[in-house]
T-cell receptor
Framework: DVKVTQSSRYLVKRTGEKVFLECVQD?????MFWYRQDPGLGLRLIYF???????EKGDIPEGYSVSREKKERFSLILESASTNQTSMYLC???????????????FGEGSRLTVL | KQEVTQIPAALSVPEGENLVLNCSFT??????LQWFRQDPGKGLTSLLL?????REQTSGRLNASLDKSSGRSTLYIAASQPGDSATYLC????????????FGKGTKLTVNP
């Protein structure tokens, strides 16, 4: 079974702190994604990556950056956390590689971030 | 721009009932459609993936259909159980420049014992 692991299930940070959310997948998938999920707004795509060291902006990239140094790991970085970044963050991966992702999407368990 | 709608937003049924969840999308140029389940505070679990060339997929008590021309998909759950209580989301992978999944906001299902 595909496993997507998010390192932290719950985090509490203070405004202005730098926050790292880590995601690792074990199925050699080329494509990885970061979403945030908020009540009433659904899932919104922050960033995605279809290869090592490659990244593409999603719908709401402002205030976020990402890093993909290894194929299995995709990190989301909040350079200076703000209260409006309090949310559930979901990482996902899919195979059938390259730039055109047609495969099934697999999600991690999510990271609930609270910014005070 | 692709839009995905799931109606109703919430549904409550007695145990044992067969039920249908609906998903509609505005742009029929899709690669595939995927149904997910989400339990409270958890990530999304993939249930069924239907490629654009397929009409339906089945897994256990679940059956998903796809009618691209009308922009609709349904998820049929047979003999519902309290353990089926969760939020069900559909997502479509749209062709074209954006090339990304678009999610519906989900239907929250409660199955009462």
């Amino acid at each position: 079974d595909v496993k997507v692991t998010q390192s932290s299930r719950y985090l509490v940070k203070r405004t202005g702190e730098k926050v790292f959310l880590e995601c690792v997948q074990d199925m050699d998938h080329e494509n990885m994604f970061w979403y945030r999920q908020d009540p009433g707004l659904g899932l919104r795509l922050i960033y995605f990556s279809y290869d090592v060291k490659m990244k593409e902006k999603g719908d709401i990239p402002e205030g976020y950056s990402v890093s993909r140094e290894k194929k299995e790991r995709f990190s989301l970085i909040l350079e200076s956390a703000s209260t409006n970044q309090t949310s559930m963050y979901l990482c996902a991966s899919s195979g059938l590689g390259g730039q055109h992702w047609t495969g099934e999407l697999f999600f991690g368990e999510g990271s609930r971030l609270t910014v005070l | 721009k692709q839009e995905v709608t799931q109606i109703p937003a919430a549904l409550s049924v007695p145990e044992g009932e067969n039920l249908v969840l609906n998903c509609s999308f505005t742009d029929s140029a899709i690669y595939n459609l995927q149904w997910f389940r989400q339990d409270p505070g958890k990530g999304l679990t993939s249930l069924l993936l239907i490629q654009s060339s397929q009409r339906e997929q089945t897994s256990g008590r679940l059956n998903a259909s796809l009618d691209k021309s009308s922009g609709r998909s349904t998820l049929y759950i047979a003999a519902s159980q309290p353990g089926d209580s969760a939020t069900y989301l559909c997502a479509v992978y749209t062709q074209g420049g954006s090339e990304k999944l678009v999610f519906g906001k989900g239907t929250k299902l409660t199955v009462n014992p």
